[in-house]
């Protein structure tokens, strides 16, 4: 299989403008990548059109079933119990799961606190290029965690709800795509939709290790 590479990110504060005051985060492994068509493709056995490109057109509920597909390929303890529409986690496994919107946020600024962590032009598959579908992987720089497409290409379901006060089951989706402008692909934008929905701009990133 293609490996899913991996990012240590220390543990540290988010500091950002939608913060009132520094979050704690303890230290995790994100992917240094969005997760491709072809990692999708061999861990869930169907064909991938084109490998590298960002895996699409998933829903929430089938991010989280990757997950615990790539935990069960690497021989890990699945992350998320799975019922219906009733999705627990696991939260001292050492599977894969996604990131908390804190986490992404955190991964994304690399510790910076403006809206981009770069030119976008120089980061960021966005409207401004011009394409009409998400681009092969690392193709712009990374942040300074390394990181590749942490802005623009594909946004990236995270675990949390969009609301959690609410009662609608809306999950949070970050990043931006290659289709939206510069106001979109700030790193503290919110966006989310219900957890089946599916779009052609938004895919997901993993992660593993300790979340608070």
Known sequence: MSDVELAQIPAGEL????????????GFEIGV???????????????ASAPRRPAVELSWFRAV???????????????YA???????????????RLPTEVEWEYACRAGSTAAHYGPLAQIAWSAADGV?????????HPNLFGLFDMLGNVSEWCWDLLDPAGDRPDRVFRGGGFADDAWSLRAGTRRGAPPRAVFDDVGLRVARGAAD
Request: aromatic letters at 8%; a negative charge.
């Open 65 to 79: 079933r990757f997950c615990n597909a790539l935990s069960e390929w690497e021989g890990l303890d699945s992350a």
């Open 132 to 140: 009409s579908s998400p681009q092969p992987v690392g193709g712009r």
């Open 33 to 47: 990548y969005p997760v491709t068509q072809e990692q999708l493709g061999e861990v869930l056995g169907i064909a």
């Open 15 to 26: 500091r950002g403008p939608g913060t009132r005051r520094p979050i704690e985060v303890a």
């Open 82 to 96: 799975v019922d219906g529409d009733e999705v627990r986690w696991h939260r001292d496994s050492d599977g894969y």
